[in-house]
């Protein structure tokens, strides 16, 4: 059984960083894509990046672009998603889930298992 659990987030004021970790079990994370969505309270989902089987990460919200970086580590059965600059309206529920290929669509199929999700606040 596929298992993906989401950790590293908590309270932080506002142009600080967070490192979020997704560490899976279960399955060769190296054959598969991971993708990062949030949702904020009385808000849609929202996809934020994806870092592929190939390495290569797409970086959906335009707010990420260039606050945000993927990384991962197969051999340690973990993906990182790096938050710097953070903002308040970046205080959301992250999830994590696992993807044969990137999407941004959290509807679409791609995903198929997700993980409980990490709580960021971003306040002072």
């Known amino acids: 059984q596929a298992q993906l659990v989401e950790s590293g987030g908590g309270l932080v004021p506002p142009g600080g960083s967070l490192t979020l970790s997704c560490t899976t079990s279960?399955?060769?994370?190296?054959?598969?894509?991971i993708g990062w969505f949030r949702q904020a309270p009385g808000k849609e989902r929202e996809a934020v990046s994806c870092?592929?089987?190939?390495?290569?990460?797409?970086y959906f919200a335009d707010s990420a672009k260039g606050r945000f970086t993927n990384s991962r580590d197969n051999a340690a059965n973990t993906v990182y998603l790096r938050m710097n600059n953070l903002l308040p309206e970046d205080t959301a529920v992250y999830y994590c889930?696992?993807?044969?290929?990137?999407?941004?669509?959290?509807?679409?199929?791609?995903?198929?298992?997700w993980g409980q999700g990490t709580q960021v606040t971003v306040s002072s």
């Open positions: 279960g399955f060769t994370l190296g054959i598969y894509a």
């Open positions: 870092i592929g089987a190939s390495d290569k990460s797409t």
């Open positions: 889930a696992r993807g044969v290929a990137c999407s941004s669509d959290s509807r679409s199929g791609f995903y198929d298992y």
